[in-house]
Nanobody
Framework: QVQLVESGGGLVQAGGSLRLSCAASGRTFSSYAMGWFRQAPGKEREFVAAINWIDTTYYAGSVKGRFTISRDNAKNTLYLQMNSLKPEDTAVYYC????????????????WGQGTQVTVSS
């Protein structure tokens, strides 16, 4: 049974920073690519970032240069460092475990966390 538990969300002013964490269990963490997605109210869940098993990273254009995805295989933990936050970054952020296919779409991931709320005030 794979479990993914996100933490680190909260309320921050525009221009501020947050670091999200995703603790993983039930799967050999180092062997799997992982991703972050987000979903704002009334919108579809969208890709944010992904990291594969050799630490190659992928980013959505809207966050490139501001967000950094990383992983600590010894701690079975995925991170998302978010800097220069904007009000449009407000969403529930989900981590997910990759299965196959494109890193950029939700159907390529088979396990999801419960999400953590990030709110950026202007």
């Amino acid at each position: 049974q794979v479990q993914l538990v996100e933490s680190g969300g909260g309320l921050v002013q525009a221009g501020g920073s947050l670091r999200l964490s995703c603790a993983a269990s039930g799967r050999t963490f180092s062997s799997y690519a992982m991703g972050w997605f987000r979903q704002a109210p009334g919108k579809e869940r969208e890709f944010v970032a992904a990291i594969n098993w050799i630490d190659t990273t992928y980013y959505a254009g809207s966050v490139k240069g501001r967000f950094t995805i990383s992983r600590d295989n010894a701690k079975n933990t995925l991170y998302l460092q978010m800097n220069s936050l904007k009000p449009e970054d407000t969403a529930v952020y989900y981590c997910a475990s990759y299965l196959s296919g494109s890193f950029y779409v939700t159907r390529s991931y088979d396990y999801w966390g419960q999400g953590t709320q990030v709110t950026v005030s202007s």
